[in-house]
């Protein structure tokens, strides 16, 4: 979502980009032995700088071309960072250790401490963001870029930067994620597809580019799960976020904190 806000590309190879992140940091703590928050800072770091390499020697060259081109190029992507995966780090499942993993009694429920740290960095990050976008000079310069590439160049914008930044954040921000989500759903090169397909579900419904709108749509689609788990016939939970993704489409097509499609300066 970042990624299209900036630069109006799609990318469909955010899930592996989060895996890769959770494979790092799996690696600094079980492997080298290093501390959970200097393993999280390396993992973020490192696919953050990954994502901008990524950009300038890559993505790059297909700003400009039409969409089908660029979902198909981050769908290859993807399989690329997944073949890399398996390859490095084999096909087995692993378990990350974190410093969540206690439980607390609130009036007799069982709070995760793992899924309370989600749920906080979760609020943390969109509001960091939202703020980044809204309120701060190179996150308005992002979104001029988004709106017109050459306006933005010929008001004095470095168009080229914005987009290895934007890329570097997005990484970054999915580095940060799977770390968080390894603990819950397990390290394997495929950790990224289902989470990747969700969240690009959850974007549309909350609204392409709107991070408030992301948070909503997130809950929305955890919330028709939880209950198509509960009350509807098995096999239903799977399908609700995408029958829930095709009405939005239908009834609403910009999302629920979207706006309508258009150029303006």
Not at 32 to 40: A, M
Request: hydrophobic share 55%; net charge positive.
């Amino acid at each position: 979502m970042l990624i299209y806000k900036a630069t109006e590309l799609v990318n469909f190879a955010q899930g592996d980009l989060l895996m890769l992140g959770a494979f790092i940091a799996y690696m600094a703590v079980v492997w080298w032995g290093v501390d959970y928050w200097i393993s999280f800072l390396i993992a973020v770091l490192v696919v953050g700088a990954f994502g901008a390499l990524l950009d300038r020697t890559v993505l790059r060259r297909v700003i400009g071309q039409p969409q089908f081109a660029v979902v198909m190029l981050t769908i290859g992507l993807g399989a690329i960072f997944r073949t890399f995966a398996s390859v490095t780090w084999g096909s087995e499942i692993y378990t990350l250790p974190t410093p969540f993993s206690s439980v607390t009694q609130i009036a007799g429920v069982t709070l995760s401490h793992q899924y309370l740290s989600i749920i906080a960095a979760t609020l943390i990050l969109c509001g960091v963001l939202y703020v980044f976008f809204s309120h701060t000079r190179l996150g308005v310069a992002m979104q001029a870029t988004s709106q017109n590439q050459l306006a933005a160049y010929c008001m004095g914008i470095p168009v080229k930067l914005i987009f290895s930044l934007v890329w570097a954040i997005s990484a970054a921000v999915a580095a940060a994620a799977g770390i968080l989500l390894a603990p819950v759903t397990l390290i394997d090169t495929n950790m990224g597809l289902a989470v990747a397909l969700k969240a690009f579900a959850a974007a549309v419904v909350g609204g392409f580019g709107s991070i408030p709108g992301a948070l909503v749509g997130g809950i929305s689609i955890g919330l028709i799960e939880l209950y198509a788990g509960a009350t509807l016939p098995e096999g239903i939970k799977n399908t609700a976020p995408y029958i829930l993704l095709l009405t939005m489409l239908a009834v609403r097509p910009q999302g629920l904190f979207g706006t309508p499609g258009g150029k303006r300066m």
